[in-house]
């Protein structure tokens, strides 16, 4: 049996949370409404939320950034959350004692969650930069390329 290997990438870092004592559904209910939204706006739409499950997402989230900036050297403001999952952990089971000798079961869920945040810099700059190549007539001040003219510059077509 042949392993692939990952690809590393390095404009990408995650946070993941386990045995967070919250049903999957309503912690589902949560990360599909950051999904997809910059750092800031999750953070923001986190707090204002009224679900209980918002604060460990909050946490999660809180926690990818740091990671960014601290083991890659991202910048906040350029995070997105590219990538979130809920998976369904075990299953927390108690007895309660009731009337008579008898005891209930109590089952508590447990859920994983993965927050990925990816760094959307590097695909501006390799956007513009395929922009560039496609049309290498018109300058970018955002990139500092030289830009030739094949005809004007003595370049190709120059006869002598």
Known sequence: MIKKK???SYTSVYALGQYI????????????????RSY?????????????GCYPIFK??????????????FKETNLVISK???NQGNTVKKLKPRARGRSYP????TCHITIVLEDISFDQ??????MYLKNP???????NLPCYETYSSGGLWDKK
């Open 40 to 52: 800031e706006e999750a953070l923001m739409i986190l707090e204002l939320m009224p679900y209980r």
């Open 137 to 143: 007539g018109c300058r970018n001040e955002k990139i």
């Open 60 to 73: 999660l989230v809180y926690s990818a950034a740091a990671n960014a900036s601290h083991n890659k050297g």
């Open 6 to 8: 990952k690809k590393k």
């Open 106 to 109: 109590i089952k508590r869920p």
């Open 84 to 86: 979130a999952e809920v």
């Open 125 to 130: 700059q390799y956007e513009e930069y395929l």
């Open 21 to 36: 004592s919250m049903s999957t559904h309503k912690a589902r209910r949560v990360i599909d409404q950051i999904r997809g």
